[in-house]
């Protein structure tokens, strides 16, 4: 059964809820679900604006035909070509093939290799700048190179004032009836699925996101329509102002991330003392992390969010933890930066779990280490090694003290 809601003039909502898919990109746990937003302009010419994931395609369709009834689909326009969005569109190429396509040259090459049939339809490549009149809605496209593939655009209504942002300012979660901003509480909802979407699928690219974000400033926006979660019409800046900082690794917070990894316990023993040291001297903002039992995207999602982090970890084969080491490696590969750290190991012999650390945030930017020589206890901290711990506490408590946000 089709389920369409009006979003502004002659422009509706025909996305879909996923609540089946276990994880993102087969990556990222989805326990809330996602949803799959898609949109159609009924003007002169009836507008498509991308579609969903596959596995939505049934009631994408029950939604976009139940809005066209009787009416040709003119014209498609395909802001992103990641499956998620554009897994339905060869679909729509074999039903609506006398439609126009207007898409990036990138994006129409992601077509053919996706085996899209897009040189069997009517397609224009478009550029930044370029503009399509639907009759009494002028839309313009703003390219968005790397927000998150290199083929992404916004499509701009001139007439609505509507931006449709492909995967900027999307989020995790489901929509259960609620669909703009206003509508619910987004704070208490959605600012940890949009953090935790944003930090790892465009988190890598702050730059171009940057630059998307000061084109957007240029432009009247009532509403922005993003790919996924909920539209925004009412607080555009709060997820503005948020962005500005995950899209520059600033964080958004003071506060201590501990991450650990421990075989035995006597790691995570070291890990929750200086939480509790931490809490002791007045910051209470502090979250710790086994790296074995919390899915790394969690993690990555309160580093952006914190100012100050410990990781503590086991030498393990004589290397790094293997789940410690996909946390670094992940923040590495997120181009994470500018932040505070302290380093504590373990090894019951051989330790070498500090020094690879050290050597990991040493290759990230801007990161400021507070102990390069690392702070190292054999198998489990003892009353001898406990002062060293109490002065590396002391380290963190005040470069925090001295932290301006
Ligand atoms: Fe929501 Fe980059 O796809």
Redesign the pocket.
Known sequence: MYNVRQIAEDTWYIGVNDNKTHRFENLHPLPEGVTYNSYIILDEKTCLLDTVDWGFTEQFLENLEHLLKDRPLDVVIVN?M?P??AGALGEVMYRYPNAHYYMTPKAVEFCRNFGFPIDDVPHTEVHEGDTLSLGKHVLTFVEAPMV??PEVMFTYDTTTKVLFSA?AF?TFGLLDGRLFDDELDFEKDFMDHARRYFTN?VGKYGKPTMNALAKAATIEIDMIAP??GPIWRKNLGTLIEKYKLWATYTPEEKGVLIVYGSMYGHTEEVAYLMASLLVQRGITNVKVYDASKTHVSYIIADAFRLSHWVFTSVTYNMTLYPTVQAVLEDMKMLNLQNRTVAIVENGSWASRAGKLMLDQFNSMRNMHILNPETLSFQSSLDEEKRPELVKLVDQIVESYNSTEL
């Open positions: 992103h990641e998620d969005h998150h593939w995967d999307g699928i790919l996924h």
